[in-house]
């Protein structure tokens, strides 16, 4: 009987397998943040989805999470459920180093995706990646082009350690310390909240400095800078006193930038999903990658030269 | 302690001097760094409206819906002898609720009522499943509470899906910044309301007297009459009631809700507010004055370090220094050493006016 029993389960054992494998089901691990922490991360999320279909042949397990150590559990889960490739956009860039050897002992791909790690090159197979200094460098070369006689400008960041953080305030500082006609009023993280934005200006406002620019590390901030302007009567925006800048193209944003109350809007590209599964199915082909880094083509939009079309192709979230 | 309060009138309110001293010791500290810090002025904003400005206005302004989620949270804290760590995220669940229903039509006053009525509901039905759960099932609040802290932002997402879903209107600017002829701003108002509302709540009513004897002895309480249960979910009732005002509030400030970022971490003020108001977080005796005046000092503190123009990387510690100074002084065994020296200063005092008189 026991005999009996336990060729009964070595055979369904080899039945699910012959299944699996007539299936053909590519697994994906997919650590990312949550949807719901911007209009950025929820195209990205979407894209992934749609991409990572089980009408394309994927089976995708996702993870959706801002914090770190919780990401890296995750993605070590993953690696001991056996997935076939594992997908990652990180919190934060450090700390990654443990999770990524693991997962190449066990001969499994890792793409980086929207956001870059800070580890040996070696770790992963690929990395599809928003330029984050490159998004910084193209809008301070817009504000240069304005050709103010003096920049004072109140710069308002991101979740300090960031990617996007990193990226957008790089370009910036580097401009500042080789300038003299350039000069930072203050220098704050509001950590991507909106309300934090504001009250950080209204603190300037107060203190009766002057400043004429806002640089703000995301849509969101900009618009509660924004917010701290329109109480306090300072006029901004085209023909205004103060110029506004934010990044990241939500659709509301470009609408600001169209209707001439804000000056530039980075874009901040989410779509990567298509680029990598391109890449897995050359793997899974026998073929290699070849370039190891792809970056997303971006641009910024400025109030002077946007469209409704631009808003309609490059605006995310509604 | 008896013998004191039944000796002076004012020791009803000692419990108010740890935070009027730390509202205090921020002020004088700003006063020396800057003079002109707290001046208040007026200009006129880009809508055209004569408004107050100031750092005063800032901290009372931005403290709003601290304050508020402040009130609630000492109910709680002294019904419970524990506290609800779900807070931001019930006050985003109600925000949700209240931009889906502005967005599904146009903004009139009647929907904003309409929107703010449903909010209520919804928050206080999350309330009520946070008070069932201390309550009738006696788990640990902070326990319970974490249920809704960690899937309270999803839910707040379901129920709009978009990711920063915007409202426009001129009525929810209204609310969320200046009332059109009003130089003060309408959050500090929404607070003076509330304020009121709850004093004449407590005046009027036992609510405050059964939710500090349920929060010292439930047996003797129960004895007595009272049902512990009951008390203990109406202080979340009306805590739910709290974070669907100060929801509403933070959607309107910049008419639009972030999920993710909406009073983020809020929950850790509300509670540190509570305590520097003086009130024990075992349960018990409480006063929600005390917790307000700890709103606002904590959003001070935090004006203050924007002013100063602190690192960005270093704010947090900085708040951290000031914060240990603040509950140190606090604590149960510096308050009797001070009480210790306040008696024996007492008893000198009489004595020399005798020599003087002799």
Known sequence: ?318 | MKAHASKFKWSKYTQLLVPLMSILLIVIFNLLRDPSFFSIGTSTNNLGNPVLTGNLVSILNGASELAIIAMGMTLVTAACGGQDISVGALATIAGSVFVRILRSGQITIGSILVGFLCCCVAAMLFGAFNGTLVSVFRIQPMIATLVLFTCGRSIAYWINGGATPTISSPLITAIGSFIPGCPVPTPIIIVAVMALILGLVFRFTTLGLYTQTVGINQRAARLNGINPMFIKLVSFLVLGLCCAVAGCISVSRLSLINHETMLLEIEMDAILAVAIGGNALGGGKFKVTGSVLGAYAIQALTTTLYAMKVPSTDVKAYKAIVIILIVVISSPVVKKATNRLWTKIRARIPAKKEVVAQ
Not at chain 1, 111 to 139: H, P, T, W
Not at chain 1, 220 to 236: F, S, W, Y
């Open chain 1, 1 to 318: 009987m026991k005999k009996f029993a336990r060729l009964f389960v070595a055979l369904m054992m080899v039945c699910i397998m012959a299944i699996g494998v007539a299936a053909a089901e590519i697994t994906v691990g997919i650590v990312n943040n949550p949807p719901s922490e911007s209009g950025y991360r929820e195209a990205n999320v979407k894209d992934f989805e749609a991409v990572f279909s089980a009408e394309n042949g994927y089976a995708a397990k996702t993870f959706y999470s801002l914090k770190n150590d919780e990401q890296l559990s995750a993605a070590q889960q993953f690696i001991t459920d056996g997935v076939d490739y594992l997908l990652i956009s990180a919190a934060e860039t450090t700390g990654w180093d443990a999770v990524l050897a693991s997962a190449q002992e066990n001969g499994i791909p890792v793409f980086l995706f929207d956001r870059m790690i800070d580890c040996d090159e070696e770790l992963y197979a690929a990395a599809v990646v928003s330029d984050m200094a490159n998004q910084g460098k193209l809008a301070v070369e817009w504000l240069i082009a304005q050709a103010l006689p003096e920049y004072k400008i109140i710069h308002i960041q991101g979740a300090m350690g960031s990617d996007a953080q990193i990226g957008r305030t790089g370009a910036l500082d580097k401009q500042v310390a080789e300038n003299e006609n350039w000069s930072i009023v203050v220098q704050q993280t509001a950590t991507w909240d909106e309300a934090e934005a504001k009250k950080i200006v209204e603190a300037v406002i107060n203190s009766k400095e002057d400043f004429n620019i806002i640089y703000a590390e995301n849509d969101g901030m900009a618009r509660g800078a924004v917010a701290a302007l329109d109480e306090a009567g300072i006029t901004h925006g085209v023909g205004g006193k103060v110029i506004v800048m934010g990044f990241d193209c939500n659709r509301w944003a470009l609408r600001e930038v169209l209707a001439g109350t804000w000056n530039y809007d980075g874009q901040c590209s989410p779509f990567q999903a298509a680029v990598i599964s391109d890449m897995i199915k050359t793997l899974e082909d026998g073929g290699a990658i070849e370039t190891k880094l792809v970056i997303s083509e971006e641009k910024g939009f400025d109030a002077a030269t946007i469209t409704q079309a631009d808003i309609d192709q490059y605006g995310l979230g509604e």
